[in-house]
C-alpha cells in the first residue's frame, strides 16, 4: 500500500472529514427516502431517531471541518 501523503495532515485530516461528511448525509437522505415508504408508525419512529442523528453528526462533522481549516498546525 503506498501513501501518498500523511493521514494526520491538515489535507488527510480533511479528506477523511468529508468522507465522513458525505456518508453521513447519504444515511440521512436514505433514511428520508424510507419515510416515504415505511407505513409502521413505530418504524418510522426509529428511522426518525436515526434521522435526528444524522443530522447531529453532519453538525459535529461540519463543525470539525472548520476547526480543522482554522487552527491545525502541525
Do not use: P, W
Amino acid at each position: 500500500m503506498e501513501f501518498k501523503e500523511c493521514s494526520m495532515s491538515q489535507s488527510g485530516i480533511l479528506l477523511n472529514l468529508q468522507k465522513g461528511l458525505d456518508s453521513e448525509i447519504r444515511a440521512y437522505e436514505v433514511c428520508k427516502e424510507l419515510l416515504g415508504v415505511v407505513a409502521d408508525a413505530d418504524d418510522k419512529k426509529i428511522i426518525e431517531k436515526i434521522m435526528k442523528d444524522e443530522a447531529e453528526h453532519i453538525k459535529i462533522t461540519k463543525d470539525l471541518i472548520a476547526v480543522t481549516k482554522s487552527f491545525y498546525v502541525a
